[in-house]
């Protein structure tokens, strides 16, 4: 059910003509209250698309009546044109809806950047949009968000007495401090936004913020919580930060294994860090290591890389110290070879590496996908 | 004749069995004198080889004698063990040699990180090396050191009465503050130490520290120069670092078009910086978007991926005023659309990225490759 298994929710994707396949390219989800709380976090890229801008303006009354977004373009570099095409996006659900202003709808747009949005294509696309809206919609609207998914993804979270339900997209470009990802999230509790703004970025900052598919950062990143009241129920701030961080987690691990030409799913453990802050910067650098990722494709423990990737960092640690382990078989100790790594087995899709600074108690997981034929041969061609 | 081409050096390149092809892979240079005076740049990497922890140490005196680097085996993260054959080859190559102690002989090496050197070839391979020196040595020793290189990297460089000669090895890792690389330079200018060390590290400055191949930095990169005085002139420093630099700028070249897997040769001219650091900052974000690479790789002039780059830097600029040009083509002219993407052609080995941050007069340029196929290929491989 997605975004619209919280009470107070309506949702709808339809086919605008955006995508030239036809398929699925415009999502409308409708906060029907009583509330219209609101919280996001937006991409850390100073070139930011015009939704981003726009939607950022929004925010600042922590309040949404209404997200709408689109793939089949980014609407990113688009100057003010663009900016434009944007504010007219959203002043046209505003009044299709009614009962709110153009400053109470959000808007998300994913695709090729540099290029206008057909807005005679677009405009009237909204128009169906807001007739399909229903209760039942949010599969439909998960649908309408995907770009190069190979499949939407979507949680529900079942809390005491309210519930979170949450939809993502996005394959590639998946980078630290979030990734070309939208990703929305509803939930029917009662909760003030401080609160609101407190849970998502608690759980942004260890799910989407620790996943680093490509090292890319895109400038249209948003991650969307809208909350209703329906439920009548009024979670703690704790209680709430910890089933929204579950949904995060678990479109997190999706977007995780529908990456761009990824044919593992690496999971980065870093333990024995002077810092949480250590352990973060440790994983990030060894999930952007090239050559290690190309290793971990061919089915290679290359340890080595993994140390040359810890030393480019400034955490603590000393070279002498570190040691790695590949699913659990420690090859390197000490800063040298241990076990025999014939006996480290990464012919599945999932591998898990271990490393231990050595310097303290603080720990992190960071998680990244190999380096492909298949990813540079998508992303040759996505233009084309 | 490359590191031989100045007065006072003798090289040799011979197969000491290190490596399993049967190919050269032991190198030693020497500086007969009159001077022996010596600087050097070694990886920023805080994980670093036993011969750079070994050489550093040499290089304490700014002196150096001889310089013996094998390939075959890079003799990173081996413990305590791999110190002490870094220590045994340069004890045995002083006593080969005679008038010198292990103190003076710098050591290199390079190949798989992790495993120990064959001791037992290696040892008879550095007196055989012994016996091979040559006044034209330089071609052989310059074969010894590749490894995924596939060919030979050498330049002279001819000053006002001196003359300054180098070789280079490198095909992968190319990163900042230097690549996987070797590089020995060799001059018989009459150079004081103070001198010598801030003309080299100017050259590296402009040069091998603007190639970043492939984001990722090494154990082991070394660049050593040596001075003999055997011609009896003495530039100015001023003169010294203008030859030193356009030696070192040609074997950059040299790295980046021989670097692995490579289809394109990138050259990233960032100007309208507020700084040159900025400008390099900028650059450096670039070179590394993978998403990029990949798209120059298909031909694609993609430069909303290149203001997705600079987006995620500090540097000082204004989305709004960012300018790009391919090839002298500009199609993004104030952070949005201009000329004509179909005008640009790609289809050279040579592509020309031109960005214009319009913050002031500051520039710098950084050298990278695309991301291939073949890439992906070769380094998904290399220790299997």
Redesign the interface.
């Known amino acids: 059910m997605t975004v619209t298994a919280p009470k107070g929710f309506r949702a709808a994707g339809v086919a605008a003509g955006l995508k030239t396949t036809g398929a699925a390219d415009l999502a409308l989800v409708v906060n029907d209250g009583p509330d219209a709380t609101a919280a996001a976090v937006f991409t850390?890229?100073?070139?930011?698309a015009a939704p981003v801008l726009w939607s950022q303006q929004v925010l600042k009354a922590r309040m949404a009546r209404a997200v709408v977004l689109n793939s089949g373009g980014?609407n990113?570099?688009?100057?003010p044109k663009?900016f434009q095409d944007t504010h007219a996006t959203a002043e046209r659900v505003a009044a299709l809806l009614g009962g709110m202003g153009a400053g109470d709808v959000v808007v998300c747009s994913t695709g090729?950047?540099?290029?206008h949005l057909p807005m005679d294509k677009l405009l009237p696309g909204l128009d169906r949009a807001a007739r399909a809206l229903a209760r039942d919609g949010g599969p439909q609207a998960a649908e309408a968000i995907m770009t190069t998914d190979t499949k939407p993804k979507t949680v529900t979270v079942t809390g005491d007495g309210y519930t979170v339900g949450g939809m993502a997209k996005g394959a590639?470009?998946l980078a630290p401090s979030l990734a070309t990802m939208l990703v929305v999230l509803t939930t029917d509790a009662v909760v003030g936004s401080s609160d609101l703004d407190e849970a998502l970025r608690e759980a942004t900052r260890v799910t989407f913020d620790r996943l680093d598919s490509?090292?890319?950062?895109?400038?249209n990143d948003t991650v969307l919580l809208m909350a209703s009241g329906a439920s009548g129920i009024q979670p703690t701030v704790e209680e709430l930060t910890v089933a929204v961080t579950a949904a995060c987690a678990d479109l997190a691990a999706q977007l995780l294994s529908d990456a761009e030409g990824s044919t593992k799913d690496i999971t980065i453990d870093v333990q024995g860090a002077d810092s949480e802050d250590d352990a973060v910067t440790v994983g990030r650098s060894i999930a952007?290591?090239?050559?290690l990722k190309?290793?971990l494709?061919?089915n290679?423990p290359?340890?080595?890389?993994v140390?040359?990737?810890?030393?480019?960092?400034d955490a603590l640690?000393d070279?002498?110290s570190?040691d790695v382990a590949m699913n659990g078989v420690w090859i390197?100790r000490?800063?040298?070879?241990a076990e025999d790594r014939s006996k480290v087995d990464l012919s599945g899709r999932a591998i898990t590496i271990t490393v231990d600074l050595g310097a303290g108690d603080a720990r992190a997981t960071v998680l990244t996908n190999d380096?492909?034929?298949a990813?540079?041969?998508?992303?040759?061609?996505?233009?084309?």
Do not use: P, Q
């Open positions: 850390a890229n100073r070139v930011k980014a990113a570099c688009t100057g663009g090729l950047i540099g290029e590639g470009m490509d090292g890319c950062m895109s400038t952007r290591n090239n050559l190309c290793a494709y061919g290679d290359n340890w080595g890389r140390l040359a990737a810890i030393g480019t960092t640690f070279a002498d570190l390197c000490n800063g040298a070879a380096l492909s034929v990813y540079v041969h998508e992303n040759s061609a996505y233009s084309s």
